[in-house]
């Protein structure tokens, strides 16, 4: 089963930036696309950006121009680069690969790092 884990998340005040890393333990079959979700207290998780394998990305409109997400498929790992920090900001970011395997969908998750934006 493949891991995901994350990495670099942390306190940054407003206007700051700030760049996390979800690694996979190996390459994933069937992978569609690698991407981010987050969840603010009392809040549903909700999809931050993705990436898919030809290369398009989506962003969720809140960090549109702000959020940047990238691939390296060499070393199975996705990034996403944080700018203009917002306080609404604030959540666990949560990474995400999507796979698909005998016409099944299937969700894997890392187990999530906390930013904060805060002063």
């Known amino acids: 089963q493949v891991q995901l884990v994350e990495s670099g998340g942390g306190l940054v005040q407003p206007g700051g930036s700030l760049r996390v890393s979800c690694a996979a333990s190996?390459?994933?079959?069937?992978?569609?696309?690698m991407g981010w979700h987050r969840q603010a207290p009392e809040k549903q998780r909700e999809l931050v950006a993705v990436?898919?394998?030809?290369?398009?990305?989506t962003y969720a409109d809140s960090v549109k121009g702000r959020f940047a997400i990238s691939r390296d498929n060499a070393k199975n790992t996705v990034y996403l680069q944080m700018n203009s920090l917002k306080p609404e900001d604030t959540a666990v970011y949560y990474c995400?690969?999507?796979?698909?395997?005998?016409?099944?969908?299937?969700?894997?998750w890392g187990q999530g790092t906390q930013v904060t934006v805060s002063s």
């Open positions: 990436a898919f394998n030809n290369g398009a990305t």
């Open positions: 995400n690969a999507r796979r698909m395997r005998l016409g099944k969908y299937y969700d894997e």
């Open positions: 190996g390459s994933i079959p069937g992978l569609i696309y």
